[in-house]
């Protein structure tokens, strides 16, 4: 069956698919970028692009995937709402406690389009679990060969993004900085972050950089990628914006994995 929209009834109706006819030819075929589903009506049909113009979104080594877009990451009906990881790996983030001082307080949800968390001034962010490390915290330990890569879709942006303890930190403020115990620092000065925009941290044995909105704005040497232990997670530390898509990775990517990212998600921000 397929899905029409009746005019006339105003009504949603399924329609028997009778017969299928392959065209053995050349078609030109066009992606229309429609917020969050990709879905339209033409000619009344519930319609959905054929195929993908952009290469998807990496998911190998993705170990983290927070999402305020989809319900199973965030739900608005829960009364005990945590976000959820999507990735499957059990490193989702509690919402509403904590026992950090000043105490963790829940974000506001942001419904519009984009959908998205804003932070109270002052606070800690939300901590992975509440008053423990979570269960899912070795998924941050990284190796000296893969590396990681923190990914964050952020909007007016200022204060720390992710942090992990003492081990790394991903902060905005004018700048991009990245500070990392084992790995050493790097910043990115005289960055333009009003706005929607993407940022993205690799780094692995050998180099670290820095992307804003898929551009590469800093690279460095980097000392060593491995991090292991049980140090307290945290988003948005102390950090007013807007918090949209979050990925993080046991591996560094390529520029190229991090186009793809930024060309899958960006229409969602108007980047």
């Not at 959820?84 to 389009?113: H, K, Q, R, V």
């Not at 991903?170 to 790995?183: E, M, Q």
């Not at 991090?258 to 969602?268: A, Q, T």
Request: aromatic residues 10%; charged residues 10%.
């Amino acid at each position: 069956k397929i899905v029409k929209y009746n005019t006339t009834t105003g009504l949603v109706e399924d329609i028997l698919v009778e017969k299928i006819e392959f065209i053995n030819k050349t078609l030109e075929i066009a992606t229309i970028t429609v917020d969050v589903a990709h879905t339209y009506l033409a000619n009344g049909f519930v319609s959905h692009n054929k195929g993908n113009a952009n290469a998807p979104i990496p998911w190998t080594n993705l170990v983290c995937y927070l999402e305020p877009q989809f319900a199973a990451s965030y739900n608005t009906g829960s009364s005990a709402t945590n976000f959820n990881d999507l990735a499957g790996y059990s490193t989702g983030f509690n919402l509403t406690g904590g026992n950090s001082n000043p105490a963790i307080a829940a974000p506001t949800f942001n419904a519009g389009s984009p959908k998205s968390l804003t932070f109270a001034s002052g606070k800690y962010g939300i901590k992975q679990h509440a008053n423990t490390s979570g269960t899912g915290d070795t998924y941050f330990n990284t190796t000296l060969a893969n590396g990681y890569t923190i990914i964050a879709f952020v909007n007016g942006s200022s204060g720390d993004i992710f942090s992990r303890g003492t081990d790394y930190k991903v902060t905005t403020s004018g700048n991009i900085a990245f500070t990392s115990t084992p790995n050493g620092n790097l910043s990115a000065t005289s960055q333009t972050l009003t706005g929607w925009h993407m940022i993205a941290v690799t780094t692995g044995a050998g180099t670290t950089t820095i992307y804003n909105n898929n551009v590469s704005v800093a690279s460095g040497a980097s000392t060593a990628a491995a991090t292991t232990g049980t140090s307290d997670i945290y988003l948005m530390q102390n950090n007013t914006g807007n918090l949209g898509s979050f990925l993080f990775y046991q591996r560094a990517l390529s520029s190229t994995e991090i186009g793809n990212i930024w060309n899958n998600l960006r229409g969602r921000y108007g980047l």
